[in-house]
């Protein structure tokens, strides 16, 4: 069975600074998905950003990339130029790679923007 | 955009009570997911469902936990005789086949507080 750890349940960013949350898997799938979600205060679930596992090239979308180390199961976002409105939980989640199987959820990083 | 949604935002039941929580899922997306989130822990796969049927289920989900795609569009959740611990928020999920992105767009949650 997977397991996905995230290991820092809170962090706080200075406005406009950078912040990088951790992620680690297990699995012993060789091909998968990976998915950082933002959860706001709101409590909808919204897509971060998404990696291939047979991509070498990290994800990126705007503000937000990844770092994902395959051989060492890591899976980190980089938040760049953070903003009051990324205050949020983020959960990292995976997923295998025949696509139509659940999530399976971290615990959640709670992050603050602090103005 | 297309979006997934889900009624009633906040259900709040007696113990023992009957609910149903409803999901419009994406028109295109064949894949449908529940998820549940205990206030404060991490999201938890409850069933999915392909095709009119379940195709994967957690241990979460037992015999009073029902779902059903009555027509077209809706994707119910029932859960049959509701307990003090079924109090969460419900997340509803649909995911698209076609675009081999495995995606899951998910509903803004419905809170379900049993008294």
């Known amino acids: 069975a997977q397991t996905v750890t995230q290991s820092q349940p809170e962090m706080s960013v200075q406005e406009a600074e950078t912040v990088t949350l951790s992620c680690t898997y297990d699995?012993?799938?060789?091909?998968?998905?990976l998915f950082w979600y933002k959860q706001p205060p709101s409590r909808q679930m919204i897509l971060v950003i998404r990696q291939e596992a047979y991509k070498q090239q990290n994800a990126t979308e705007n503000r937000f990339s990844v770092n994902f180390q395959k051989a060492a199961k890591s899976f980190s976002l980089k938040i760049s130029d953070s903003q009051l409105g990324d205050t949020a939980m983020y959960f990292c989640?995976?997923?295998?790679?025949?696509?139509?199987?659940?999530?399976?959820f971290g615990k959640g990083t709670r992050l603050s923007v602090i103005a | 955009e297309p979006e997934v949604t889900q009624t009633p935002s906040h259900q709040v039941t007696q113990m023992g009570q009957e609910v149903i929580l409803r999901c419009v899922p994406i028109s295109n997306h064949l894949y449908f997911y529940w998820y549940r989130q205990i206030l404060g822990q991490k999201v938890e796969f409850l069933v999915s469902?392909?095709?009119?049927?379940?195709?994967?289920k957690s241990e979460i989900f037992d015999d009073q936990f029902s779902v059903e795609r009555p027509d077209g569009s809706n994707f119910t959740l029932k859960i049959r005789s509701t307990k003090l611990e079924d109090s969460a928020m419900y997340f509803c999920?649909?995911?698209?086949?076609?675009?081999?992105?495995?995606?899951?767009?998910f509903g803004p949650g419905t809170r379900l507080t049993v008294l």
């Open positions: 989640a995976f997923m295998t790679y025949s696509g139509n199987t659940p999530l399976v």
């Open positions: 469902f392909y095709n009119n049927e379940i195709s994967e």
């Open positions: 999920a649909s995911s698209d086949v076609t675009s081999g992105l495995w995606e899951q767009f």
């Open positions: 699995t012993s799938e060789n091909n998968y998905y």
